[in-house]
């Protein structure tokens, strides 16, 4: 097989660069990656890569790699597409589900972009690669660095949750803590990567993650049976993972392997303790102006200016979506009723979602009858540091067992 990448182009001006170089950005802005979809088209067909085994890697003609690049992998499987009944029915839905993505290594959708990026790297001849992180990104390309005899350097924030510090320790990265937010610490990265240090891997700096991330999108469509849903609440810091799957729909409808014209809303939920994107849809600019006083426990959305942040506004607006802020506040509130009502635990960044479908719904905005999926992008128990002063109140000391009793809101069992 060959490789179907034909070039990259720059998504601010149209530059284009090869496809058989490693490539970063241009003028401080993301490039696509650029495929010849007729000979895909002709090449294979949606039967055939169902046939395949269900990983990412099921895609690679969509991908930047070809039958003799080997994958850095940790087997990246397909990950389930949740159905909600119960979910759903409290919001007067009746198609809710959850795309869930901490079934992945590292427990989070970061995953997919890493293994994918550092193998680029790999193979055009890096050995050290680097990124700043809030936190599942720095410890998915950790583990995929020691899995690919790598080297890996993780500048995180302050207040980044404990278990990803974790990852990143125990995979044997360099791990610092750096003063400021993500941007701060990208800055340093970045200075490294000038001095030829390392190969800076952080969001957007090279076009790589966002293929990896695209699979997403392809894993969607082939759920769906080839056809897409409704509306997909996406909980967005970077964006990175919203543009993708963005692109690989339209990648999907140029090949004519989608079979309806129906098109996604694309919702981009942020929290209000960092929604730079919210301010910039409503005053309907292209670009973000920097939200310096985050404060959100949702340590993946903060993201005070995102380098891509016109990728997503666009996508969103072409997509006919919006973009939402949910109430820092609640957070917790909304992940409880998803766990509690389907007994997944969502984290703290997808439980935005919850608020922004509330919220919809009140608006009459989304309908009963479609087709909502919300994105789980990583494990709800990687963030049980905040969780803690909850867990410190409870006591088993003295259980009162008339107390427990007289709670009961029903029989233990029904005879029928």
């Known amino acids: 097989m060959t490789r179907f990448i034909t ?15 490693l490539q970063t950005w241009h003028a401080n802005r993301p490039l696509w990656s650029r495929y010849d979809l007729d000979a895909i088209r002709k090449a294979v067909t949606p039967d055939e890569i169902a046939r395949r085994p269900a990983n990412m890697w099921r895609y690679r003609e969509l991908l930047p790699v070809g039958d003799d690049i080997t994958p850095i992998s940790l ?27 901490s079934r992945l290594a590292s427990c989070s959708f970061k995953a997919r972009g890493l293994s994918l990026a550092l193998t680029m790297a790999r193979h055009f001849g890096w050995q050290r690669v680097a990124m700043a992180s809030n936190g599942n990104a720095g410890g998915a390309m950790s583990i995929y660095a020691a899995r690919g005899g790598m080297e890996a350097f993780v500048l995180v924030p302050k207040g980044t949750p404990k278990a990803n510090v974790s990852e990143c320790l125990q995979s044997g990265a360099h791990i610092f803590y750096g003063d400021g937010l993500i941007d701060q610490c990208g800055k340093i990265i970045r200075e490294g990567h000038n001095r030829k240090l390392w190969f800076d891997i952080s969001t957007m700096k090279e076009p790589y993650r966002l293929e990896g991330k695209k699979t997403m999108g392809l894993e969607i469509a082939e ?8 509306v997909i609440l996406y909980p967005t810091g970077g964006g990175t993972a919203l543009i993708a799957m963005w692109k690989a729909f339209k990648e999907l409808r140029e090949l004519g392997w989608l079979k309806s014209s129906k098109m996604p809303r694309m919702i981009s ?10 301010e910039a849809f409503k005053n309907n600019s292209r670009h ?19 380098i891509g942040d016109f990728m997503v506004l666009d996508a969103v607006r072409e997509s006919g ?7 820092e506040s609640r957070l917790f509130e ?24 509330e919220e919809l719904v009140s608006r009459n905005e989304v309908s009963a009858e479609e087709e909502v999926v919300i994105f789980n992008t990583a494990a709800g128990q990687k963030y049980m540091d905040y969780f803690q002063p909850k867990i410190d109140e409870l006591s088993l000391e003295h ?10 809101p029903t029989p233990a069992f029904a005879s029928k």
């Open 7 to 21: 070039h990259f182009e720059s998504a601010i001006d149209g530059t284009t660069f090869p496809a058989d170089q």
């Open 399 to 408: 259980f009162d067992w008339d107390r427990v009793i007289a709670q009961l």
């Open 223 to 230: 759920q769906f049976k080839w056809n897409l849903p409704d």
């Open 334 to 357: 909304w992940q409880k009723l998803m766990a509690s009502k389907e007994g997944v635990m969502l984290c703290p960044e997808s439980s935005t979602c919850v608020g922004a479908l």
């Open 269 to 278: 939920v942020q929290s209000t303790g960092c929604m730079p994107l919210v």
């Open 288 to 306: 973000c102006e920097r939200f310096a006083n985050t404060n959100t426990i949702a340590s993946g959305l903060r993201v005070p200016q995102g």
């Open 321 to 327: 979506g919006m973009v939402i802020a949910a109430e």
């Open 75 to 101: 087997d990246e499987q397909m990950t389930p597409t949740v159905a909600c009944p119960n979910f759903s029915k409290h919001f007067g839905l009746n198609h809710v589900y959850v795309k869930d993505e």
